[in-house]
């Protein structure tokens, strides 16, 4: 009884804190003249994945690496799929240019390079495959290419005028709402994931599945509730700048520093899970010509959220 309270509250906490946080970083945007993407990609994108960075520095640490990757793919997966789903289905994005040509394929990228780094075994014919600390490093510098574009997209461009008005707050009240949306958001967090965890562990499912679908999804939390709050108030910008700045901070930032914390021991059978994250980075970047151009539709947030449960199915399937 007291596990499933925490859950609950939990999920109020996340839903709060990722209203304060868009607000909040909202008006900073516009006050400073920085656009809502570049909040999205930097600020938002980095608050929701605190969660991610929290599970996996405690699971290295730990040397529960399984957990560790697992959190970070089932998370990449979750917020393409299941989030953007869900956002898409709320409300069409439309998204803009940069993130089509610049934004997207990075992500790609980075899965790309989670691939090639991790397959030691099946690549330089090693006896067992892992992400090292020199491959840590090599992530935390394409991390830091992406900081730098970022800058440049923060103050390179007008702000976004995209959306409906947002309401402009004082600047010490702006910051307060931002730092306590990720503070309220990184505790609902954690109740969440540790919940969910105990409840997972009761069932007695394996530590790969936990990484999967209850953790990755419980650290998505945060994504989910922002991308969604965002949809709802037409704030686009933010719901598609959030999901997939949070996935190149995922891999680059969280999995780069996961590996220099402990290298991460890597099995085969995450190949496949590779391979759908790469397969929803290509259905998201092919959605965008589909239909209305640059748009993801209700009918394609639909067709994610279909693909996401089969996912899940051949997850529970695969034990």
């Known amino acids: 009884m007291t596990t499933l309270f925490f859950l609950v509250v939990g999920f109020a906490l996340l839903i709060k804190g990722a209203g304060w946080l868009v607000d909040g970083a909202s008006s900073i945007a516009k006050r ?4 809502d993407l570049a909040v999205g990609l930097t600020i938002v994108a980095f608050g929701t994945s605190a ?26 997966i979750a917020n393409i ?21 610049k934004e ?14 991790a397959n030691d075994q099946w690549i330089d014919g090693l006896e ?40 402009r707050f004082g600047l010490l009240r702006s910051v307060s709402m931002v730092a306590g949306g990720l503070m309220v958001l ?8 540790d919940s969910a965890v105990e409840i997972a562990s009761n069932l007695g499912v394996s530590e790969s599945l936990i990484g999967l679908t209850v953790v990755a999804v419980g650290t998505s939390l945060p994504e989910l509730a922002t991308s969604a709050v965002a949809a709802y108030k037409r704030n686009v910008d933010i719901a598609v700048g959030n999901v997939v700045g949070s996935n190149i901070f995922n891999i680059f930032w969280i999995l780069g520093m996961s590996s220099i914390i ?23 970047f092919i959605f965008l010509f589909v239909g209305k151009r640059h748009i993801i539709e209700r009918w394609q947030g639909t ?11 051949v997850l529970i399937v695969r034990g």
């Open 186 to 193: 990184v505790v609902g967090g954690k109740w969440v994931v």
């Open 128 to 167: 067992f495959s892992a992400l090292t600390r020199t491959d840590g490093i090599a992530l935390i510098g394409f991390f830091a290419i992406f900081l730098f574009y970022t800058y440049e997209l923060a103050f390179g461009g007008p702000p976004s005028e995209q959306g409906l008005p947002v309401r």
């Open 262 to 284: 402990r290298p991460l021991p890597f099995q085969s059978r995450s190949n496949m899970d590779i391979g759908v994250a790469v397969l929803a980075t290509l259905l998201l």
């Open 303 to 313: 067709g994610f959220l279909t693909a996401y449960v089969l996912y899940i199915t």
């Open 51 to 76: 969660p991610e960075l929290i599970v996996n520095t405690v699971a290295s640490i730990s040397g529960n690496t399984e957990i560790a990757i697992g959190n970070i793919l089932g998370s990449n």
């Open 32 to 35: 400073f003249g920085i656009s």
């Open 104 to 117: 997207i394929p990075f992500s790609l990228l980075a899965v790309l390079m989670i691939a090639v780094m």
């Open 81 to 101: 799929l299941l989030i953007l789903g869900i956002a898409a289905v709320i409300y069409p994005l439309r998204v803009t240019k940069g993130t089509v040509w």
